[in-house]
């Protein structure tokens, strides 16, 4: 029986065949929630009658969005947490050790596999290592932390073939921003975007998780990403992709010729090729977020900037501690910080705008993150631009947005 990737995983964990359209019930691997919504779930349990999650081997807590506290009203959250995690024996991630989605991949608490439910909306980002993997609401997450199940209703699933040799200057958020600017913000709502194809093949994991990430952005329910060609520490089963599955429609798009691609406000799929926004004057930059972060990402922004000083400010957030230390070791933190930029906590900070780079009325901010509404960095009166950490980190030495092929 041919099955998309979705359907497959997921009949595995209903005990039974399912297909697009089905609800199952179905056992959860494990669940993750961050302090923009542990809070919530932790009082929804208790308020249910809940004394021990059903499984503390397989609940994870991290504090990032608002990472360390800014003001006393999230500090007491925050401190909630850490009670919570300690009365029930589960895992809490505090300030500093990262962004949620990183370390649930970076510390192997989701697999290929599995069926992995978080409190954040790109936990798809997890869809990079052939896991099916949604974002749900505290209230939800309450439930299947009680009981360890929950139900949804299977996905159709759209299939998206990118191929061709991926160009010089053009990286994966590149390729995520055109496609999501041909699906559009509203293209997949409630559906699988399954990616594959020859460029995706030749992708590290870190770059397929910026694919996974946006899918969120054409309002898709998971992005999975076929894993032929996909290298992991520990052994694993391939989830991969067959071309005789019930796909609600298959696109195909040979990217060997496409520019840089960016977001203009206000809308992820506002997006243009970089040549149509040169000379763009901009205020600030960032360099973080669960999209574009990693350590591939920052000795990319390192290459551009070795030797230069910056003109606009630069912020960076990496994504986990762990990649900051590595990124110490190698020097590419000095070359960042000779060039000028500022290193921030490793968290969400600016892309939600709780705190640690709020841009002020009528500025231009180009970012690699994955999101740019209206307020979207904290301020309503903003515009972000939203780029690869390549075009972020010339704009940066430039003052405007520029081909970072130039530097």
């Not at 921030?344 to 500025?363: Q, Y």
């Not at 901010?365 to 780029?387: D, E, H, W, Y």
Request: net charge negative.
């Amino acid at each position: 029986m041919s099955q998309t990737i979705s359907e497959r995983i997921i009949s595995k964990h209903a005990n039974q065949a399912v297909s697009a359209g089905d609800i199952a019930i179905v056992d959860v691997d494990a669940v993750m929630a961050t302090d923009a919504t542990a809070p919530f779930a932790i009082k929804a349990f208790k308020e249910m009658g809940g004394e021990k999650v059903w499984n503390k081997e397989k609940v994870f807590l991290v504090i990032d969005h608002a990472s360390p506290a800014p003001n006393e009203r999230v500090a007491n959250l925050h401190k909630l947490m850490r009670n919570f995690a300690k009365e029930q024996g589960i895992k809490l991630y505090d300030v500093g050790a990262g962004i949620c989605h990183q370390l649930m991949v970076e510390n192997a608490h989701v697999r290929p596999g599995d069926l992995f439910l978080g409190a954040d909306s790109h936990t798809p980002t997890y869809g990079s290592l052939g896991s099916f993997a949604v974002g749900v609401g505290s209230t939800d997450l309450a439930g299947v932390l009680l009981t360890g199940k929950t139900w949804l209703k299977v996905p159709k699933s759209i299939l998206i073939n990118i191929e061709g040799e991926i160009p010089a200057g053009v990286s994966a958020k590149d390729i995520i921003l055109f496609l999501v600017e041909k699906m559009g913000a509203e293209g997949a709502v409630y559906e699988a975007i399954e990616l594959s194809g020859s460029a995706v093949e030749s992708m590290t994991l870190a770059s397929r998780m910026v694919l996974s990430n946006m899918v969120a952005e054409m309002g898709a329910k998971a992005g999975l990403v076929n894993t032929k060609g996909l290298k992991l520490d520990y052994p694993f089963e391939h989830q991969l992709v067959d071309p005789n599955a019930n796909y609600r429609e298959i696109f195909t798009y040979d990217i060997s010729n496409i520019r840089p691609q960016i977001a203009q406000p206000h809308a992820p799929d506002n997006v243009l090729p970089i040549d149509k926004i040169i000379g763009k004057k901009v205020d600030a930059a960032f360099i973080g977020s669960c999209t574009n972060s990693r350590l591939e990402d920052l000795h990319i922004a390192a290459e551009i900037l070795r030797g230069r000083k910056v003109a606009v400010r630069l912020l960076i957030a990496p994504a986990s501690k762990a990649i900051f230390d590595t990124a110490l070791q190698d020097g590419t933190i000095q070359t960042l910080t000779e060039a000028g930029a500022t290193f921030i906590t490793s968290g969400c900070g600016p892309c939600v705008g709780t705190h640690l780079g709020v841009p002020g009325d009528d500025e231009v901010v180009i970012s690699s993150t994955n999101r740019n509404f209206q307020g979207r960095m904290g301020n309503p009166r903003a515009g972000v631009f939203l780029a690869s950490p390549a075009v972020v980190a010339a704009a940066a030495v430039a003052g405007e947005i520029i081909d970072p092929e130039k530097l």
